[in-house]
């Protein structure tokens, strides 16, 4: 089992932290970068990773209870 945590940034991207792999629908494993922050707001031209669109676009991810 892998030990891995997923921190919600404050309407920021989701950062990973541990032992993971990204695996493309169509089986590629992606390299992942060394901070391993993945978009939440949708706008990053680096999908999956945040590239900090969140800020241009004031993204609002407050999250439900």
Known sequence: MRDVTIIVEEDGPYIVEGDVSITTEDGRELELPY???LC???AS???PFCDGAHAAIDFDG???N
Request: glycine content about 8%.
């Open 35 to 37: 901070d391993r922050q």
């Open 40 to 42: 939440r707001c949708g």
């Open 45 to 47: 031209e680096n999908q």
């Open 62 to 64: 407050t999250l439900a």
